[in-house]
């Protein structure tokens, strides 16, 4: 059985989709623990209200480097089951870079969303960014993790049309309503082992090849 952690730092509400397909989907993926670098997380309520273990690794005040940081999460991910063998990891807003160190462990095992349509806007703000350089689409992408910022091997893209009265809370909106469907389809198709990943790209295997 494939065990699920997701790290978060706020809101958490597509680890809240996530956990909810899993449910009503019967996604064959045990969600094992969500675990938060911010104890004031809204998500961590939201996950224990649906039974999930929750954990918190505060990152404020912590004075060592990122990967002593790191090492932290992995071993509360490995507590958990979420190993380099049978894990999957999801970055579900959780707002710090993660070590390359970490990221090589878990490597084609860590998902990450982010709302615009990559390699478009990568980084913060990635909406704010979208409506200042007047693009017409913009959106989400589900991908594996690498070292580079929001670099990695595209899985899932989604795109949403830019209203010309958008805003950058507006538009964020109908693009989250994206994220909270491709997020858990990602997820899906890792647990059924149907994404193959060739060098940068990726397929998607049809049912029953
Ligand atoms: C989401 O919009 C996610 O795409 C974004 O943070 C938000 C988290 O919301 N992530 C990034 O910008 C990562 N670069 P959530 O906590 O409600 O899922």
């Given at each position: 059985m494939l065990h699920l952690g997701i790290l978060i730092s706020g809101r958490g509400s597509n680890m809240e989709s996530i956990l909810k397909a899993i449910k009503r989907q019967k996604i064959?993926?045990?969600?094992a623990v969500v675990i938060s670098n911010?104890?004031?997380?809204?998500g961590l309520k939201i996950a224990q209200n649906m039974g999930i273990k929750t954990a918190v690794v505060e990152?404020?005040?912590?004075?060592?480097?990122r990967w002593d940081y790191d090492k932290k999460i992995i071993q509360v991910l490995s507590e958990h089951g979420?190993?380099?063998?049978?894990g999957l990891v999801c970055l579900a807003g959780f707002m710090r870079i993660i070590s390359p160190e970490f990221i090589r462990k878990y490597k084609n095992r860590m998902l990450n969303i982010h709302p615009a349509i990559l390699p478009s806007f990568p980084g913060l703000h990635a909406q704010r960014q979208a409506l200042e350089y007047g693009a017409k689409y913009s959106g989400c992408t589900v991908h594996f993790v690498d070292e580079?910022?929001?670099?990695?091997?595209?899985i899932l893209q989604a795109a949403v049309k830019v209203k010309d009265d958008d805003t950058e809370e507006t538009l964020s909106k109908r693009i989250l309503a994206k994220e909270h469907a491709i997020y858990p389809q990602a997820v899906k198709l890792f647990a059924e082992g149907r994404i193959k990943t060739f060098g940068r790209r990726t397929k998607v295997k049809s049912r029953g090849r």
């Open positions: 064959p993926i045990n969600p911010n104890p004031g997380a809204i990152s404020r005040g912590f004075t060592g480097n979420v190993t380099e063998k049978n580079g910022v929001d670099t990695g091997p595209i």
